[in-house]
């Protein structure tokens, strides 16, 4: 391996002892220290180069999702049969109010407001902050679309930060310079589940009189010191949808503690009525969730620890394992970070230990052996051709000069990111880690045997169909 700096598992290795070896004695049950055996000569050839997938066809990796039992077809029934199809009196009777009450203990705050889709509860939460023409706010690149959407659809500059190319989360010391008069709020992403770094970020936005809004459509059950993500900043954003770790097929929600301000989030959901009398008294819209999505989600919330605790400690072994090789890493936390929530986990690619192996490439091997790796978490946004777009609508042009514009262009660089989505960012689904210890295992037994052929003459030409 040639620009390898050093040179991994040409010692020791558990290869022999996991699916390779199969000799069914599993690195679970024999501890890691022990098993590192100087056998990675034995690793079959990947199966891009013609070998045999670490997973055969059919034996997909992690557990399946979603996950329901009769008991959830059976709630959801119950809210079909009962006939009352929507809801939208604030009565502790209706599904939504059910459902919100429990997330809102689960999330340790007092209030939450379901809503139909994440984006709906970003749109509800700016709304709330009477975030408007005119103004900014401060996010990042890295992040599902609808994050600044949200922002560029109520007239206002989403401002995009680089990121913290260990973390892959907004780089909470570039956030400063970005500040400009007009800036209300700063909008971090717990994208893939981690932390953002919310100590930095509170301590600028009390600096800078700003509000914060976390979206944490990615992160339910993520904390932060031990309180749960969504619940740091001044409202907190979940999405629903049916990928994310706790689904209802669509739906959202926003959190908060503030009293005035969650009666508007609440109010915007629901036409305007205010939670607290029901006179229609504040602006609003209908983002009201079906009793059929409550019904799912608390169906689904009933196991969403346990399933969060398997992945943990899946995740954990995963990065006991990880750590023992070269060149897939996890992405780093910061110390705040006291667990993290999954939607996808982000990992670091350092093509150096494959022979400069392009990420892309990288992941297709993966993908050959039944290995979902995915090439990190959505787009660098920033150079995405919506932006103009908006910029160009006849509303941009009339609340922002066209010096501003022209700044907003100028300054609309993020090349941390652009690496990451290019180079490093690899990520795995939730999903995943809802599998076996031996799942893990067969993905590092993956990598190992991608970067021993890593070399190979029809990976370095890049000739391989
Ligand atoms: C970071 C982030 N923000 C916002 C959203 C929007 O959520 P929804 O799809 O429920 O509208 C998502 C959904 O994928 C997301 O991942």
């Known amino acids: 391996m040639k620009n390898m700096k050093n040179k991994p598992l040409t010692r020791r290795t558990f290869v022999k002892k996991t699916s390779i070896g199969a000799a069914g004695v599993t690195l679970a049950s024999t501890g890691l220290a022990s098993v590192y055996l100087d056998i990675i000569q034995d690793v079959e050839k990947p199966a891009i180069l013609g070998g045999s997938p670490v997973r055969q066809k059919g034996s997909a990796l992690g557990g399946s999702w979603p996950v329901y039992e009769d008991s959830d077809v059976q709630m959801y029934l119950d809210a079909y049969k009962s006939k009352k199809w929507s809801e939208y009196s604030n009565s502790d009777k209706e599904l939504s109010v059910r459902f919100e009450k429990e997330f809102a203990e689960l999330m340790g705050v007092s209030y939450c407001a379901t809503t139909n889709s994440g984006t709906d509860a970003l749109d509800a939460a700016q709304r709330a902050f009477d975030i408007g023409p005119g103004d900014e706010v401060i996010t990042q690149t890295n992040t599902f679309i609808a994050t600044a959407q949200t922002t560029f659809n109520l007239f206002a500059l989403p401002v995009f930060v680089d990121s913290d190319p260990e973390t892959f989360m907004i780089n909470a010391d570039l956030i400063e310079e970005r500040i400009t008069p007009n800036t209300r709020a700063i909008l971090p992403v717990h994208i893939g589940g981690a932390a953002a770094d919310m100590d930095k970020i509170l301590a600028i936005a009390k600096k800078h009189n700003l509000v914060v809004i976390e979206d944490a459509c990615q992160a339910h059950m993520g904390e932060w010191r031990n309180k749960k993500l969504g619940a740091i900043g001044d409202l ?47 602006p609003g819209s209908n983002f009201r969730i079906t009793p059929f999505v409550a019904a799912t989600l608390l169906g689904q919330i009933r196991r969403l620890e346990v399933q969060s605790a398997q992945r943990d400690e899946n995740s954990l072994y995963l990065e006991k394992l990880l750590s023992e090789i070269k060149g897939v890493r996890p992405t780093k936390k910061y110390s705040g970070q006291t667990r993290r929530s999954f939607y996808e986990y982000q990992l670091i690619y350092e093509k150096e230990y494959f022979n400069d192996l392009p990420k892309t490439k990288f992941v297709e091997a993966m993908r050959a052996e039944g290995i979902p790796f995915g090439r990190g978490i959505d787009s660098s946004l920033h150079l995405d051709p919506f932006i103009e777009t908006y910029l160009n609508l006849r509303g941009f042009q009339k609340v922002f000069s066209k010096e501003r514009l022209d700044k ?4 609309n660089l993020c090349p941390v990111n652009e690496r990451i989505d290019k180079e490093t960012g690899l990520s795995l689904g939730q999903k995943v880690f809802l599998g076996t210890m031996r799942d893990m295992e067969d993905i590092v037994t993956a990598i190992i045997k991608i970067q021993k052929y890593s070399s190979n003459e029809v990976f370095s030409d890049h000739s391989y169909k």
Do not use: H, W
């Open 236 to 282: 907190g954003c979940f999405s629903f949808q049916e990928g994310k770790s706790l689904c209802g097929g669509e739906g959202g929600a926003v959190i908060g503690n503030d009293d005035n301000i969650m009666a508007k989030v609440d109010a915007y959901t629901n036409n305007g009525r205010d939670p607290r009398g029901q006179r229609r008294s504040f």
């Open 408 to 411: 907003y262009r100028r300054e």
